[in-house]
């Protein structure tokens, strides 16, 4: 069975900083990989994935990660911060197999706090 | 127009009590999912439907049972309510049948509150 791991609960950081929050996974074979935001009160938004090919995936909002099969991580990295990033990341992983049912494995969540 | 919505958005309620949350997609997904937010934020999968045929029942108590009429619609009734079923209840659809990977699509929640 898959697993993920977010080892950090809380991360604050000042506007216009960078941002890197880490995913950690554990599973058999290359798994798909996703990030998700979720903001207070609303849904999981996708930001990315990564199912094959380049290992450095471009999202939405100006996000990114890279996918490091040696070390089992997905990290996900914005250059520069905005206040509107302050929000709840999630980190998750999706098993390749037909009897997975297509379920995805969530990881803990990372705070992500903005300073002005 | 809101691709996966749930209703009620808020449910207050007595414990012992029977509520449902109902979740809709207009994306014509054939799979549909619910997943359970605690209050510390962990999300873990509960029920899978691919096209009405449920195809994932994590270890959930019998008083949960999901009900699909059809591919676009999956809704969640449980029965004789506990105050450990206070959570975020999120519905989910996807267009990828079962092992083909592929992203989630996520409603806005349910916020269950029992008293």
């Known amino acids: 069975a898959q697993s993920v791991t977010q080892p950090d609960i809380h991360i604050t950081v000042s506007e216009g900083a960078s941002l890197e929050l880490r995913c950690n996974y554990s599973?058999?074979?290359?798994?798909?990989l996703f990030w998700y935001v979720q903001s207070p009160g609303q849904g999981l938004q996708l930001l990315l994935k990564?199912?094959?090919?380049?290992?450095l995936v471009q999202g939405i909002k100006g996000f990114e990660a890279e996918f490091k099969r040696s070390q089992s991580s997905f990290n996900l990295r914005k250059p520069s911060v905005h206040w509107s990033d302050a929000a709840e990341y999630f980190c998750?992983?999706?098993?390749?197999?037909?009897?997975?049912?297509?379920?995805?494995?969530f990881g803990g969540g990372t705070r992500v706090l903005v300073k002005p | 127009d809101t691709a996966v919505s749930q209703t009620p958005k808020y449910l207050v309620t007595q414990m012992g009590n029977d509520k449902s949350i109902k979740c809709e997609q207009n994306?014509?997904?054939?799979?549909m999912y619910w997943y359970k937010q605690d209050s510390k934020k962990f999300l873990k999968i509960m029920f899978s439907?691919?096209?009405?045929?449920?195809?994932i029942n994590e270890t959930v108590p019998n008083r949960f049972s999901p009900k699909s009429p059809d591919k676009a619609h999956l809704n969640l009734h449980i029965n004789s309510l506990e105050l450990g079923d206070s959570a975020v209840y999120f519905c989910?659809?996807?267009?990828?049948?079962?092992?083909?990977?592929?992203?989630?699509?996520f409603g806005e929640g349910s916020r269950l509150t029992v008293l």
């Open positions: 994306l014509g997904h054939d799979t």
């Open positions: 989910a659809s996807s267009p990828l049948r079962t092992g083909e990977g592929g992203e989630l699509f």
């Open positions: 990564y199912f094959s090919g380049d290992t």
């Open positions: 599973y058999g074979a290359t798994p798909y």
């Open positions: 439907y691919n096209n009405k045929e449920l195809i």
């Open positions: 998750a992983v999706g098993a390749r197999e037909k009897a997975a049912g297509n379920k995805l494995t």
